[in-house]
């Protein structure tokens, strides 16, 4: 359904398709037999999501054994080369997140000599060592060597890094009409990289949907990321919602869709006919407005979990959010730092008193240049104040004045931690198409904890409330 808004507003022609999926063509099962599985590889595996795309005469550039290999990065090497194969066919650029777009295009910055080379003999990179994904990627796509299209993506590639890679992806895919991808909620802080990437073309943000059910549809695909709204669909489960003040009670009020309020917040609550029943999304969303004035529809703010609490301060992951977002502005707005945000997450540090916020960063700039750059230093500390001065929630400001609460820390990162945290997820199960960088690393979380402290180049200590 989502495609007819879509087509209606941006028709495209008969091409492919460059998406960026990843998938295990083997469901587990549970006890009782049935498939158990994320939701993008129960869609991928269905028969009826291959016809669909053909349907819509835009199948993958990419074949099968790519989507489904059990290695993320050699199948993005692929999926790259696919896409530059085929690059006078792709209509669209997409991902589920949009996280997998932005580690596809930063991956690119770093490999395109590689690809070019590849093109360029027609032989397939020793990386690529899945004999599968090896017999697939030359029978299919690598067929043999084209110098002119190789020739021809180096000279823009040369040209792009001049430009700090601004609109390279129109660059490399001409006849492409958009990028499609979810990018509220925690995949928003990739927008304004993803929109580096874009240069002119369009950013569509897709659905609202979860594991559980979809909820609602983006009827206004030119709207932009941050102001996309979905429309409940009323059709595919029976919708309640928890007021926002109500969602710590024990037996909390509901309301139903013809009750909700423009302007309130809302945990959305869901039955199905797959058996769920008044399940709880841990969603919050904030209704605005009404479709054709019956169906509400909602803006995504936040999960309901994340919450970072030591005293009487509560942050939630938006809260997270916003103070990155500023504090990052500082290092957009300084001219003669080339450093740039690229991945965060926080964390509660209580094993000292008082406890403090700590929030990594992985920037971007020449490997470890920020360690020997005397501005840099400077510029960070400064980020650091700011990180620690946004979170305006009463309760953290009072803590910090009255020094219940420490000082923020920021840890830098070195390039790829945030990589390696994908990795592992990856190895515990986790489909990478549906990766979410965490916005918040409890203490129950060792192994990713570990990761990040064992990645850590620069520490900062906010000064914002000395």
């Not at 043999?144 to 180096?154: F, G, Q, S, T, V």
Request: charged letters at 20%; aromatic letters at 10%.
């Amino acid at each position: 359904m989502t495609q007819l808004y879509v087509c209606r507003e941006f028709p495209i022609e008969t091409g492919k398709v460059l998406q960026f999926l990843y998938s295990s063509k083997e469901l587990q099962r549970s006890n009782g037999g049935l498939a158990v599985g994320p939701v993008s590889a129960h869609v991928v595996n269905n028969p009826k999501y291959i016809e669909t795309l053909k349907s819509m005469n835009t199948p993958c550039c990419s074949p099968s054994e790519v989507i489904f290999s059990p290695n993320v990065q050699q199948s993005l090497y692929c999926h790259l080369l696919c896409g530059l194969m085929f690059r006078d066919e792709v209509q669209f650029v997409s991902s589920v997140f949009a996280h997998a777009l932005i580690l596809a295009f930063r991956t690119f910055e770093q490999i395109w000599k590689e690809l070019c080379s590849d093109i360029r003999s027609g032989v397939l990179s020793s990386r690529i060592t899945i004999p599968t994904l090896r017999c697939a990627m030359s029978s299919k796509v690598l067929i043999k060597p084209n110098a002119e299209l190789a020739d021809r993506i180096r000279a823009k590639c040369e040209r792009l890094t001049e430009n700090d890679w601004y609109g390279v992806i129109p660059e490399l895919f001409p006849h492409a009409k958009y990028i499609h991808s979810v990018m509220t909620g925690t995949m928003q802080p990739y927008v304004k990289k993803l929109r580096q990437y874009a240069g002119e073309l369009p950013l569509l943000c897709s659905d609202y949907g979860a594991s559980e059910g979809w909820v609602g549809l983006n009827v206004n695909p030119r709207s932009l990321p941050e102001m996309a709204l979905f429309t409940v669909l009323p059709n595919v489960a029976y919708f309640e919602f928890i007021p926002l003040k109500n969602i710590e009670d024990l037996e909390p009020s509901v309301v139903d869709l013809t009750q909700v309020k423009v302007g309130e917040q809302y945990e959305v609550v869901i039955t199905n006919g797959l058996g769920l029943y008044r399940y709880r999304l841990g969603d919050i969303v904030e209704v605005r407005g009404f479709h054709n004035s019956s169906t509400p529809q909602l803006r995504f703010v936040r999960r309901k979990n994340l919450l970072l609490n030591i005293d009487i301060d509560k942050n939630t992951e938006e809260d997270v959010q916003l103070s990155v977002e500023t504090a990052a502005k500082i290092l957009s707005d300084d001219s003669s730092s080339n450093l740039e945000l690229l991945d965060f997450t926080s964390h509660v540090n209580k094993s000292t008193y008082p406890g403090h916020y700590v929030v990594f960063w992985e920037v971007s700039g020449e490997e470890n240049d920020h360690l020997h750059h005397h501005h840099h230093h400077q510029v960070l500390q400064e980020c650091c104040n700011c990180l620690d001065s946004s979170f305006v929630d009463m309760g953290y400001m009072i803590s910090r004045k009255a020094r219940t609460i420490g000082p923020l820390e920021l840890k830098v990162v070195r390039r790829g931690t945030f990589n390696k945290i994908l990795d592992h997820y990856v190895g515990l199960g986790t489909a990478a198409t549906q990766f979410k960088s965490p916005r918040f690393v409890g203490d129950t979380n060792g192994a990713v904890l570990e990761i990040l402290r064992n990645s850590v180049v620069m520490t900062y200590s906010s000064t914002a409330y000395s």
